[in-house]
């Protein structure tokens, strides 16, 4: 019994900033890496970035390098994912999930669990 519920998405113009939040219900951060999807309508869901159980390791899309920062809360029942520089192409409904693979894990397989998704939507 895992739940993953995303928070933060909105409107924001482009340059601009948010913050996602994922609140997990369940076992979810004993020792499984959290990631964070996005998808766009009319594409396939594509992976944004990963951080491991410890939170010693995160890994990202080469989209979102240098923009965007994934995070754990102190709690470890949270996960954040920090959006900086937004750009119109970034729009889309972002989704958290949890990986059983081998860290680090970029194809959506590769999760287990799901949140419902969370829209982004970055003006021009």
């Known amino acids: 019994q895992v739940q993953l519920v995303e928070s933060g998405g909105g409107l924001v113009q482009a340059g601009g900033s948010l913050r996602l939040s994922c609140a997990a219900s369940?076992?979810?951060?004993?020792?499984?890496?959290m990631g964070w999807f996005r998808q766009a309508p009319g594409k396939e869901r594509e992976f944004v970035a990963t951080?491991?159980?410890?939170?010693?390791?995160?890994y990202y899309a080469d989209s979102v390098k240098g923009r965007f920062t994934i995070s754990r809360g102190t709690a470890k029942n949270t996960v954040y994912l920090q959006m900086n520089s937004l750009k119109p192409e970034d729009t889309a409904v972002y989704y958290c999930?949890?990986?059983?693979?081998?860290?680090?894990?970029?194809?959506?397989?590769?999760?287990?669990?799901w949140g419902q998704g969370i829209q982004v939507t970055v003006s021009s």
């Open positions: 999930a949890r990986s059983f693979a081998v860290f680090p894990a970029s194809r959506a397989r590769e999760y287990d669990y």
């Open positions: 951080i491991s159980w410890s939170s010693e390791r995160t």
């Open positions: 369940g076992r979810i951060f004993s020792s499984y890496a």
